[in-house]
């Protein structure tokens, strides 16, 4: 089974940028569509934060984040990337990475086969 490593999760002030990145080991990183989810404090639920479709490489965002985070992939570092410009408090979240063959309905979790641990995004005021 695949395994993703998340990284470049930390403390960010408001206005500022951060960029996680979400590695994908191995020979078959074409084949999966990818999806970035969050998990805000105090909350059970994993909400959709964005996703990237394995053909044609379209994208697709919560409103929430639209017009200020953006995600992208390198193919030949087998890494996909979520960029988050002027994050706001109401951002600080663990952001978790995950990948599915053929996810039908990016914004629901169910549809994603392997996830990774996640990495901590704290947004100050």
């Known amino acids: 089974q695949v395994q993703l490593v998340e990284s470049g999760g930390g403390s960010v002030q408001a206005g500022g940028s951060l960029k996680l990145s979400c590695e994908v080991p191995?020979?078959?990183?074409?084949?999966?569509?990818m999806g970035w989810f969050r998990q805000a404090p105090g909350k059970q639920q994993r909400t959709f934060v964005g996703?990237?479709?394995?053909?044609?490489?379209?994208?697709l965002y919560t409103d929430d984040v639209k017009d200020r985070f953006t995600i992208s992939k390198d193919d030949a570092k087998k890494t996909m990337y979520l960029q988050m410009n002027n994050p706001k408090p109401e951002d600080t979240a663990r952001y978790y990475c995950?990948?599915?063959?053929?996810?039908?309905?990016?914004?629901?979790?169910?549809?994603?086969?392997?996830w990774g641990r996640g990495t901590q995004v704290t947004v100050s005021s």
């Open positions: 995950a990948v599915g063959p053929e996810v039908r309905r990016p914004q629901l979790p169910y549809g994603y086969e392997t």
């Open positions: 191995g020979r078959t990183f074409f084949l999966w569509d």
């Open positions: 996703g990237v479709s394995k053909t044609q490489g379209r994208t």
